[in-house]
């Protein structure tokens, strides 16, 4: 385990143990990919799905972290650290400029299929860690670390925030004339993707300036998400709100 680049994130640092999963917990984890899969098979966008292909998840058995990141290290760099919970925004920020993506190894219970109040394996893995493998993607996402990581401004943070939950969280883009979601909240969560299929979600064309002033909301299923027209574009955008950022005028 790599350590010492890592100050803020340290503590949280944790090992996976892989052999204490028990067999109702692969099952649970086998019925939530059976579950999500045929709608992602036609909801998901390409790359993410790619994705899933490439980290090489397996259906039937919960994600060893050491074995999807040692096949996503060498295409872009990022591994799949596990870490004991919810980080502390400046550890968070840190893991993520150092290509580590923070992952949580516990897994919901059958009881609660659909909703957890925090991330779990499922929501890290199985919605963020595919995109990790796009090049693009991962790319923007370590440029948002490094960017966040040195601001210490609270209001400048909950803007860029939204550029966060907006695209990484719940992001949509366009593909072959469809909506296609990409964003983790969208993939992991049957309720929040049907939303957007569903259309009961309005979907406005992705622009930095309405990202930054849409407040988010975590209470209720989203009226309001955003789309680009490709992986460049956030990556673009990362950049124009880093100028901002250091123009004050963010
Ligand atoms: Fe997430």
């Not at 870490?83 to 993520?96: Q, T, Y």
Request: charged share 20%.
């Amino acid at each position: 385990m790599i350590t010492e680049t890592l100050s803020a994130a340290a503590p949280y640092l944790i090992q996976q143990d892989y052999a204490a999963y028990t067999d109702e917990q692969h099952a649970v984890w086998a019925e939530l990919v059976g579950r999500a899969m045929p709608e992602l098979q036609k909801h998901a966008a390409r790359e993410y799905l790619e994705g899933f292909e490439i980290i090489g998840l397996q259906r039937s058995r919960l994600p060893n972290l050491r074995s999807v990141s040692a096949r996503l290290a060498p295409r872009t760099g990022w591994n799949s650290s596990p870490v004991s919970g919810f980080l502390p925004a400046p550890a968070f920020f840190e893991m993520l400029a150092a290509r580590r993506f923070p992952t949580t190894t516990w897994l919901r219970t059958r009881d609660s299929l659909e909703y957890t109040p925090e991330p779990d394996i499922f929501h890290d893995v199985f919605g963020h860690v595919p995109m990790h493998a796009h090049k693009v993607f991962a790319d923007f996402l370590e440029h948002y670390g490094r960017v966040c990581a040195g601001i210490s401004d609270s209001g400048v943070l909950e803007k860029l925030g939204r550029l966060f939950w907006y695209t990484v969280e719940f992001g949509t883009i366009h593909q072959n004339g469809e909506i296609k979601v990409y964003g983790s909240g969208l993939i992991s969560s049957h309720g929040e993707c049907m939303n957007v299929m569903g259309g009961h979600c309005a979907i406005h064309d992705f622009t930095l300036d309405e990202v930054l002033a849409t407040p988010v909301k975590v209470d209720e299923l989203h009226k309001l998400l955003f789309a680009v027209s490709s992986f460049d574009q956030i990556y673009d955008a990362m950049h124009d709100a880093e100028q901002r950022t250091l123009e004050g005028r963010l």
